[in-house]
Each structure stands twice: as structure tokens, then as C-alpha cells.
């Protein structure tokens, strides 16, 4: 095990594992980062471009800020996602595509505008929202919780392979039009003002999160665990090779006695 190159990989494995804690003094430092906002804040109205920026993701102590932007629909990009719950019964949201005013780049939020408590309902409103919005119309303020994305999944067994079952601004990214050059909002708005005859979504404040953020403090566990991984790889492979030789010693031996 002090032959040079067991030497050197110790010390590359010194380097890993260095890496390795500093990035758990890192989640550490996100845990206490992402403490929550004091009790009330997310219910004070503010701008969007103040809680979150196009294409990242939306810090913890946010979900659910009650946030207003002003922007106007774009045309043909109202999109219908089922599954949708509304104090506990099953319909489907309407969701537009939402170009925000003034911007440079031209930028994209995802809104959920209303709730149907039928398929056929969510696409009459939806064709009504598409056609006023191809007539034209000033901005509008809009104004609701902004919430994290979903994730996108593939839509269930038998189902419209179009079937959208979750609120994912990426999954519906794909499907909106004229997107050349765009910056989108990784999380959506649920609007507080229903549009195109939909009721509306209801959506409670977000309960007090707490003081400290567990998931990075397993985040920053799993590092320490990695460390520790990088010094048992070095040694038993140094063992490892060091009891073949042993073995080798042994079986040179033994030929030669015979």
C-alpha cells in the first residue's frame, strides 16, 4: 500500500472526497438558504419578475406566492390537462400560453385559467379563449399562486397519446406555436380569475413550511456517504492487490519446494 501508485491514487481519492464534502457544505448551506418566508408573504400580490426568472427553477419558499404579470394570450395555445382536482372532484384545467408584456426576449408563462368539471365543457371554453384571443386584445393583468412544475408523464393506458395529466410548462412548450427565440417559465400561474365561462381553480394558501429544509440535509448525507466510498474504493483495491501478491508469494513457494 506505499508503493507510489496506490500513493497516488490516495491522494486522488483525498481530492474526490474533498469535492465530495464541500458539495455537502453546500446543500448544508441551501438547507438554511431556502428557510421559509415569514408567515403572510406569499399572500402579498407581488411581480413576477421579483419571486422568479424564465427558466429557472422556482425556490422552495415561494411555491405558492400570489404573484401578477401583465401579458396577452397567444392564439391556438389554450390546452386542456386532465385529472384536474377542484375540492375534491375530477375535471380538467384550460391553459393558455400567457407572452408577457415588454419583455426582450419575447417570454412565456404557463397560466391554468379555469377548471371544468367535464371534457367537453373544457373544450368549448378552450375554443372560445383560442378564438377571442385570434381576434386580438389589449394586455391583461393576470393575477394567481405561482406554482412549481409538474413534471411531465405519459398519458395512462388506452388514453390520447396528446393526454395531458399533469401541469408541465415543458410538456406544454411543446406544443405551443411561435416559439422561435423564446424564454418560458419553468413554473405556471394558477389565475384567481377565471376566463372563458371555467370555474375557478381552487387554491389554498401553502401551508407554513419548515425551518429547516430536509431534502438538502439528505442531499448533503449522500455526500458524506460518497466520501467515505472514495477512501473504502482505494482501499480494497490496494487490498485487494495487495492480497494477490501474497497469493502469488505463496504459490511461487510452494512450486519451488516441490
Not at 31 to 51: F, K
Not at 122 to 138: I, K, M, P, Q, T
Not at 233 to 241: E, G, H, P, S, T
Amino acid at each position: 500500500m506505499v508503493r507510489p501508485q496506490w500513493i497516488a491514487l490516495l491522494a486522488l481519492s483525498l481530492v474526490v472526497a474533498g469535492l465530495f464534502a464541500w458539495l455537502g457544505q453546500w446543500q448544508l448551506g441551501r438547507a438554511i438558504d431556502t428557510a421559509p418566508l415569514p408567515p403572510g408573504a406569499t399572500e402579498e400580490v407581488r411581480p413576477l419578475a421579483d419571486v422568479s426568472e424564465p427558466g429557472e427553477y422556482l425556490p422552495e419558499p415561494f411555491v405558492g406566492q400570489r404573484v401578477s404579470v401583465t401579458g396577452t394570450w397567444v392564439p391556438g395555445d389554450f390546452i386542456i390537462v386532465a385529472s384536474r382536482f377542484n375540492e375534491g372532484v375530477e375535471g380538467y384545467w384550460v391553459t393558455g400560453q400567457l407572452r408577457i408584456s415588454d419583455t426582450a426576449p419575447p417570454t412565456s408563462i404557463a397560466v391554468a385559467v379555469g377548471w371544468a368539471p367535464t371534457q367537453d365543457a373544457a373544450d368549448a371554453a378552450a375554443e372560445r379563449l383560442n378564438a377571442d384571443a385570434a381576434a386580438g386584445s389589449a394586455p391583461m393583468a393576470i393575477e394567481g399562486r405561482l406554482i412549481s412544475d409538474e413534471g411531465a408523464v405519459p398519458p395512462p393506458s388506452g388514453a390520447d397519446p396528446q393526454t395531458l395529466t399533469r401541469m408541465s410548462p415543458a410538456a406544454l412548450l411543446s406544443r405551443w406555436s411561435d416559439t422561435a427565440g423564446l424564454e418560458v417559465y419553468r413554473s405556471y400561474i394558477v389565475a384567481e380569475v377565471p376566463q372563458g365561462g371555467l370555474d375557478e381553480i381552487v387554491s389554498a394558501p401553502p401551508e407554513a413550511g419548515s425551518a429547516v429544509n430536509w431534502l438538502n440535509i439528505f442531499y448533503a448525507a449522500e455526500w458524506v456517504i460518497f466520501a467515505g466510498f472514495a477512501f473504502y474504493l482505494w482501499y480494497r483495491l490496494a487490498r485487494d492487490a495487495w492480497e494477490k501478491e501474497v497469493e502469488d508469494l505463496e504459490d511461487a513457494r510452494a512450486a519451488s519446494s516441490d
